[in-house]
């Protein structure tokens, strides 16, 4: 962060809220010419500080998915187990967020699932699948999303 400027972080902060926001109408937020704006915005991508642009999507309208908070232990912490364990949560749809964490459990992750039987059914692939090293599976169902992620607060 001390790479950047007052300008850079509110370009960050605007983005983070208002992503569909024209360069012409962030120029002017900004208070810079559409140029040097879209010259900004271009660094700050190229340097990794953006890393993608997305639309936020409303989970409760496509269909009733079921929201889960699940932490797993693995059996061993060697590398080879975790990076099996990950390449497979990468892989996985329902996966919508997954964690390396320290303290009772090593990963955290938000699954996305159509039911309590696909959540069943995924987690028991996880658990009988002696390559990963799933040695416990906990899980928490999201009753209400009481603050979604919107984005990091920029200093």
């Known amino acids: 962060m001390k790479n950047l400027d007052r300008i850079d972080r509110q370009i960050l902060a605007i983005l983070q809220q208002e992503g569909r926001l024209t360069n012409q109408a962030l120029s ?3 208070a810079l010419s ?5 010259e900004r915005v271009r660094r700050l991508e190229k340097a990794g500080y ?3 642009y997305m639309a936020l999507v409303e989970p409760r309208k496509l269909g009733g998915l079921l929201t889960i908070v699940v932490e ?9 187990t975790h990076a099996r364990f990950e390449a497979r949560m990468r892989a996985a749809d329902e996966v919508i967020e997954c964690f ?3 303290g009772a459990c090593d990963y955290v992750l938000r699954l996305a699932c159509r039911s309590l039987d696909h959540y069943r ?19 928490k169902p999201e009753l209400q999303t009481v603050k979604p992620f919107r984005g990091y607060p920029i200093p």
């Not at 059914?121 to 899980?139: F, H, K, Q, Y």
């Open 121 to 139: 059914d995924l987690t028991n692939a996880w658990t009988d699948d002696p390559t990963l090293g799933v040695e416990r599976i906990a899980s």
């Open 28 to 30: 002017e937020r900004v």
């Open 100 to 102: 390396l964490v320290s």
């Open 72 to 80: 797993v232990s693995l059996r061993d912490q060697s590398a080879a």
């Open 50 to 52: 953006i890393c993608g």
């Open 34 to 38: 559409p140029r040097a704006c879209l």
